[in-house]
């Protein structure tokens, strides 16, 4: 998350980007997020957050999803979660973006039909915005791809999160939507998905339980930059990667 805070501002004055939208559900020590780290992120030049699976791992974070227009649940989950399903993400200039975050289902706990999920939330989005950005968090490149093609020319993007790897499938679909099944982690990639080599090679060649620290070495900013024309569509998607050094 360090390396977040103190680049993120730099990368998109550089590359002069409109919005920066980030997953953070494990930006608080590697799993969930604290109000306090989300707040540090939007102060840094985050314009919207989504989260995934680990959105309820800690437990402080309710208030802010229940307050802040800056931050959605997957919109599968139940109306009774705390929440927004949806969100518009507005800044002085530029198009609104919508942002929806969407869970798979496959290898991944039950949740609600992300398809009947997604109808819903575009429909009402539909009066507010034509760039609409989707975070697809799901485990299977299958499911990912799947709702990819189903959004396939109704929305701007769709990007993959959850498995922290990078994909090399970075496209504009036929129906102009950018895709990219993962845009990876943000985080050390001298590790095993963010976490100690040695200590998660430990637990899983003998079973024995232990904490899996936050790796350090290797540190990478990751994600994907997409330019959309006026009425939404996609002209162009480019996977983002920088080694930083964080101090």
Not at 182 to 194: A, R
Not at 220 to 238: H, N, P, Q, T
Request: with cysteine.
């Amino acid at each position: 998350m360090n390396a977040v805070l103190q680049y993120t501002q730099r990368i998109r004055e550089e590359l002069d980007l409109d919005y920066v939208i980030a997953n953070a559900e494990n930006a608080s020590d590697g799993s969930g997020l604290m109000p306090k780290q989300f707040e540090r992120l939007i102060d840094s030049g985050i314009d919207g957050v989504t989260l995934g699976d680990h959105i309820f791992r800690r437990k402080e974070i309710v208030t802010t999803l229940e307050k802040s227009d800056r931050i959605v649940k997957p919109a599968n989950y139940p109306d009774e979660a705390s929440g927004r399903r949806w969100t518009l993400i507005k800044r002085s200039g530029r198009r609104p973006l919508a942002i929806v975050s969407i869970m798979g289902r496959v290898f991944m706990r039950p949740v609600d039909c992300p398809f009947k999920a997604l109808d819903e939330v575009l429909a009402e989005i539909e009066p507010h915005t034509d760039q609409i950005l989707v975070d697809v968090h799901a485990e299977a490149t299958s499911d990912k791809q799947c709702l990819g093609r189903y959004l396939d020319g109704k929305v701007t993007a769709v990007l993959g999160t959850h498995t922290h790897v990078p994909t090399a499938d970075t496209c504009i679909l036929p129906g102009r939507t950018a895709f990219q099944c993962d845009v990876g982690m943000c985080g050390p990639y001298e590790s095993i998905i963010g976490r100690d080599i040695e200590r998660v090679t430990h637990t899983t060649r003998t079973a024995e339980p232990c904490h899996f620290h936050v790796a350090t070495g290797d540190v990478r900013l990751c994600g994907a930059i997409v330019e959309s024309d006026a009425e939404g569509r996609a002209v162009k998607i480019e996977r983002f990667e920088q080694r930083v050094i964080v101090n």
